[in-house]
């Protein structure tokens, strides 16, 4: 779609995952380096606020699992770390400025044809399903409060993520 109608990708996911309010934010990057290049709902740039925050720091649970200690948090690495490994770096897996726990994971989820990395990360009330496929990362968000349910929005992602594959991406 994108690239046969000459759409961006901005576009594109939104209308495969958040125009229908099957998720209320998505993003995609690139498996080179887990930055977000594209977001949806564009408007007023809302998916990038949901899905994005720049580097950050951020008080963690140390090693020995009682003490503290401060964070630079990269975004862009903690998701392609997920997205490759199905395990967040130390520190977790933090997506627009929010902590997502890694509760399910397949490195080799079938979905119809196809086969991709699929990630789980649950929040209070929210949650993000991670798709891997060979060159690209779909995250798709819901959020119970806005009025998707996890099942909906990760059955668009896995669609989406078909189309993708489709596309040698």
Same mark, same amino acid.
């Given at each position: 779609?994108? *690239?046969?109608?000459?759409?961006?990708?901005?576009?594109?996911? &939104?209308?495969?995952?958040?125009?229908?309010?099957?998720?209320?934010?998505?993003?995609?990057?690139?498996?080179?380096?887990?930055?977000?290049?594209?977001?949806?709902?564009?408007?007023?740039?809302?998916?990038?606020?949901?899905?994005?925050?720049?580097?950050? &720091?951020?008080?963690?649970?140390?090693?020995?699992?009682?003490?503290?200690?401060?964070?630079?948090?990269? *975004?862009? /690495?903690?998701?392609? /770390?997920?997205?490759?490994?199905?395990?967040?770096?130390?520190?977790?897996?933090?997506?627009?400025?929010?902590?997502?726990?890694?509760?399910?994971?397949?490195?080799?989820?079938?979905?119809?044809?196809?086969?991709?990395?699929?990630?789980?990360?649950?929040?209070?009330?929210?949650?993000?399903?991670?798709? /891997?496929? *060979?060159?690209?990362?779909?995250?798709?968000?819901?959020?119970?409060? *806005?009025?998707?349910?996890?099942?909906?929005?990760?059955?668009?992602?896995?669609?989406?993520?078909?189309?993708?594959?489709?596309?040698?991406?």
């Amino acid at each position: 779609m994108a *690239e046969e109608e000459g759409q961006s990708w901005d576009a594109t996911i &939104e209308e495969w995952l958040t125009a229908e309010g099957k998720c209320c934010a998505a993003g995609m990057a690139q498996q080179a380096d887990g930055a977000f290049y594209a977001a949806a709902p564009q408007a007023d740039e809302k998916g990038w606020g949901y899905i994005w925050k720049d580097p950050h &720091e951020e008080t963690i649970t140390a090693d020995d699992g009682v003490s503290e200690e401060k964070m630079t948090i990269n *975004e862009a /690495a903690a998701l392609l /770390a997920v997205a490759t490994t199905g395990q967040a770096p130390k520190g977790g897996l933090w997506l627009g400025g929010k902590k997502y726990t890694v509760t399910q994971k397949n490195m080799a989820e079938e979905h119809k044809e196809v086969t991709f990395k699929y990630v789980f990360a649950a929040a209070s009330k929210c949650g993000v399903h991670i798709v /891997a496929t *060979e060159s690209q990362i779909t995250c798709g968000f819901y959020s119970e409060e *806005e009025g998707q349910t996890s099942g909906n929005a990760k059955a668009a992602v896995f669609d989406y993520a078909e189309y993708l594959i489709g596309m040698n991406m």
